[in-house]
């Protein structure tokens, strides 16, 4: 028997005629994918976090700090772009789940891994680094996570026998039968993957959407360095900024309703002392 629900998921189910049927009109995340670009500028932005740093009491910030703390708020403000696709049906995530990419060592021959963390609504600028840095640390080190254990055990098999796994893996997903610790193991399985090119010294990225998982959104951060913004007279200064890429499963909502959630996390990057908790103790707004 084909269950109703979801361990990570509840059915969406007052939408409009057309977005229901979008998921059979385009039933891979690569049919429906959307790329949008957002240039930020970072000077309230540096000089918060200077100030924030500026207090040895408070554990260091940095920009992808505020960034991942942004994106979060953002998702839990604007639950209709946390939501995803699965069995040709339109499900609302119940968590903010945020998966960053991990270089372990900086070489040509390095592993890469992708690490997940839950961020509630109530975590500020402080609590959402503790948990990435947990989550970079635990990427970073010797142990294998749980999702590289699962594949390592899995590429061990004949490849007919990893086609068959495959198979069964995306049948059980589409009827709702897969077994919630897969999914609670598994980064694709998040609101959105960041990965930050930038700490390599490169510009962001315009990423693909993984068919695997449900993530409906993918996030390239570039390099931080000057950049030219239009003043409000309509000329051009040169300022600190960055470029993020995204990548977005269309299938999940309007093009207005994403690019207002997209604003939202631009607002919060731009002035990052909207998103200070009074358990931040964070230096506010500048004078």
Request: hydrophobic share 40%; no cysteine; charged share 25%.
């Amino acid at each position: 028997m084909f269950h109703r629900e979801r361990p990570d998921g509840t059915r969406v189910t007052d939408l409009p005629r057309l977005r229901r049927i979008m998921p059979f009109i385009m039933p891979r995340r690569a049919d429906a994918v959307v790329y949008f670009e957002q240039r930020f500028d970072l000077t309230q932005t540096l000089e918060y976090i200077d100030r924030w740093n500026a207090d040895p009491a408070r554990p260091r910030l940095t920009l992808f700090h505020v960034l991942l703390t942004a994106a979060a708020r953002m998702l839990h403000e604007r639950p209709r772009v946390n939501r995803f696709i699965a069995g040709r049906r339109v499900w609302q995530r119940k968590t903010v789940d945020l998966s960053v990419s991990v270089i372990k060592t900086r070489h040509d021959d390095s592993a890469l891994t992708v690490v997940k963390q839950t961020v509630d609504a109530t975590d500020g600028l402080a609590a959402t680094r503790d948990l990435i840095e947990q989550a970079t640390v635990s990427g970073r080190g010797h142990e294998k996570t749980a999702s590289e254990k699962e594949v390592d055990l899995v590429t061990r098999l004949p490849r007919f026998v990893i086609d068959l796994l495959v198979w069964l893996q995306r049948r059980a997903d589409h009827h709702n039968l897969l077994p919630a610790s897969l999914i609670r193991n598994d980064p694709l399985y998040s609101s959105m993957v960041i990965t930050n090119l930038g700490s390599i010294g490169i510009d962001a990225a315009w990423h693909h959407m993984y068919e695997h998982g449900t993530v409906s959104i993918f996030t390239a951060i570039g390099k931080a360095g000057p950049m030219q913004f239009e003043t409000e007279d309509g000329g051009l200064e040169v300022r600190r900024g960055v470029i993020l890429r995204f990548a977005f499963d269309e299938r999940v909502a309007d093009g207005y309703y994403a690019a207002r959630s997209l604003d939202l996390l631009q607002r919060y990057a731009e002035q990052p002392w909207l998103l200070e908790t009074p358990a931040d103790n964070g230096p506010g707004a500048p004078i």
